[in-house]
């Protein structure tokens, strides 16, 4: 099996903060690896640092062989590596059209056939041609999230980059955009990364997990692992506690 | 007792291409109670809160037949009905947090300067007040976050500064706009805690927006579902499992739950006439 994506010792620090504390995780070719943990923990400064968002203090980043160095990325990595980002409205221009915002990295990559491949992104999404000449604004929030991973997908990137990708769809709408993201996996081999605090989601779509708290990750185990509560840490076992939902006796 | 009450609500958005529908004629009460509405993305979950605030965008028009919160007539509410209103006896948790924060101001200032608008405080007093609310929604440093701009901060960091902001003045009515999607479950659980021990003891009335339905099912009193602008189903959460539209009975079965292996998830045939 080859590493698709080595993270090493990895430390970002903003000012004196450390968002990330020599954190290392291996995800390989073809597979899809999951982040949970506590909000604030560092799951999307992961993220944002493999796509040189984040400023890198201390170990290494190897990426398909090669190793990244600061926050340059080449135009082929631009290409190859897509990310979904927590906040769509962070993945959008609020000034462009969801046309505009799906032309333009075709255009980029100088990939032809671009009307056809709109109208299917959008369709894939489960978003009908009537929001393609719609501006951000006008776009409920799940409607945006949806045309985020549209514009993630449409340039067939070989590694996505997925943080909460989700988060914002009801449970129809969801298990739509899974089953895509899972069938163009299997399709076409790409490798995910993905960040979700839902651990029935993460499950789902992953074979491995990484719980991360404080800056460092203190768990790392497979799916099946913790669908059967073998884990290892205190706080993985009390997310598994939270995860089985509200209950009015123990809010007190 | 009712603390709002909606009738045959629209809100439609003219544009070039045609006028949108967001919101389709729906009526409801709300009570000192938990009312959740979970819905299809798009469905009109958020234009509806946005509505009874008084938030439509421009250039969104709002039609009813009545709209009115503890006896007040919204629909006729004037700007200056609307500062009094909104953040002290109303507020709303909205879905984006850290987009409508305010970019170039710190969370801190924007809790104590939403405070003061409300209160005869002093600073030192609304800084403590705020700095208590953030560690009541389990923020790990307070005083870090009070110095940050809202870039700085992680999805759900922004999600609770933004519940907190809202919850210092001790609204009437909270309309909460899925304000945990961001958050981790022991953190969602805190949260919930606190919106909960507010209806209960101060009587709040509060709308919870959220695509979970267990959630919603766990946390709420009754729930209103909504399909394409209406709703299509009104529940007490007891009562769930004897759900009637096919909408509202698909939500139950496509969302992949933990120890579960079904690939790929079931998922809705979604019927013309539903949207009728
Ligand atoms: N530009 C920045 N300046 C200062 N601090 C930052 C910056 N970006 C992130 N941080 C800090 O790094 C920490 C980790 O943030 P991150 O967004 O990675 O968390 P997360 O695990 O994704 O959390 P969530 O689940 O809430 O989205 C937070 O404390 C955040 O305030
Ligand atoms: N400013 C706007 N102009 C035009 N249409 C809009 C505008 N804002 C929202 N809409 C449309 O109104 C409909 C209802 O939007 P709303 O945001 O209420 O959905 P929602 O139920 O909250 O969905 P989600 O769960 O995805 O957030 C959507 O189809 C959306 O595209
Ligand atoms: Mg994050
Ligand atoms: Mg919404």
């Known amino acids: 099996m080859t590493i698709e994506i080595a993270i090493d010792g990895l430390s970002v620090t903003f000012r004196e903060f450390r968002a990330l504390k020599a954190v290392s995780i291996a995800v390989e070719k073809g597979e899809s690896f999951g982040l949970v943990g506590e909000s604030g923990s560092g799951k999307s400064t992961l993220l944002r640092a493999i796509t040189g968002l984040a400023p890198s203090s201390g170990g290494s980043i190897t990426v398909a062989g090669e190793t990244l160095s600061g926050s340059r990325r080449s135009h082929a990595f631009r290409r190859a590596v897509q990310m979904v980002f927590q906040d ?26 671009a009307e056809t491949r709109i109208l299917r992104a959008l369709d894939e999404v489960g978003l009908g041609p009537s929001f ?17 991973i549209a514009r ?21 709408v969801q298990a739509e955009v899974l089953n895509l993201l899972e069938e163009v996996r299997a399709r076409r081999g790409l490798t995910y990364l993905m960040v979700s605090h839902d651990l029935g989601v993460v499950t789902h ?18 799916a099946a692992d913790l669908a059967a509560g073998r884990t290892v840490s205190d706080y993985t076992a009390r997310l598994m506690v939270a995860s089985k939902g509200f209950s009015r006796e123990a809010a007190g | 007792m009712t603390l709002l009450a909606v009738r045959n609500l629209s809100v439609t958005y003219p544009t070039r291409t045609g006028l949108i529908e967001a919101v ?24 509806t809160g946005r509505a009874v605030m008084g938030l439509t965008p421009k250039p969104g028009i709002v039609r009813a037949d ?52 409300h209160e005869k405080v002093t600073k030192k007093e609304a800084r403590q007040r705020a700095l208590a609310m953030l560690e009541a929604v389990q923020i790990r440093d307070p005083e870090r976050l009070f110095g940050l701009y809202p870039h700085e901060v992680s999805g759900g960091m922004g999600q609770r500064a933004m519940i907190a902001m809202m919850l210092v003045c001790g609204p009437e009515l909270l309309i909460a706009d899925e304000p945990t999607s961001a958050l981790d ?23 919870f927006i959220s695509h979970d339905l267990r959630l919603v099912s766990s946390f709420c009193d009754r729930v209103i579902v909504m399909y394409a602008g209406r709703i299509v189903e009104e529940l007490a959460t007891a009562d769930l499992s004897h759900a009637r539209h096919p909408y509202t009975r698909g939500l ?18 979604r019927r013309k006439e539903w949207a009728a």
Not at chain 1, 132 to 148: E, K, N, T
Not at chain 2, 252 to 269: F, N, Q
């Open chain 1, 205 to 222: 779509m992953c074979s491995r997990l990484a719980v991360m708290r404080e800056g460092e990750v203190v768990e790392m185990l497979s």
């Open chain 2, 24 to 47: 389709r004629g729906i009526s409801f009460d709300l009570g000192r109670e938990r009312l959740g509405i979970v819905g299809e993305s798009g469905s009109g979950k958020s234009q």
């Open chain 2, 252 to 269: 139950l079965d496509c969302t992949p739950k933990i120890g579960e292996d079904r690939h790929p998830l079931p998922v809705l045939e």
């Open chain 1, 88 to 113: 769509p409205y962070a993945s959008l221009h609020p000034r462009q059209t969801v046309d505009r915002q799906l032309v333009e990295p075709l255009a980029i990559h100088g990939i032809g056939d």
């Open chain 1, 132 to 148: 393609r000449f719609r501006y951000p604004h006008q776009l409920s929030g799940g409607q945006r999230q949806r045309v985020a």
């Open chain 2, 185 to 207: 479950v022991t953190v969602q659980l805190e949260v919930l805690g606190i919106l909960d021990r507010l209806v209960r003891d101060t009587g709040m009335g509060l709308i």
């Open chain 2, 66 to 117: 009545a709209m009115t919160f503890s006896g007040v007539d919204l629909l006729n509410a004037g700007p200056a009905d609307w500062r009094t209103l909104r953040g002290s006896r109303m507020a709303m948790i909205l879905q984006d947090p850290k987009f409508s924060l305010n970019p170039v101001m710190t969370i801190g200032r924007q809790i104590t300067e939403t405070l003061r608008q």
């Open chain 1, 152 to 172: 993630a997908l449409i340039v067939e990137p070989e590694i996505l980059l997925l943080d909460e990708p989700t988060s914002a769809l009801d449970a129809s």
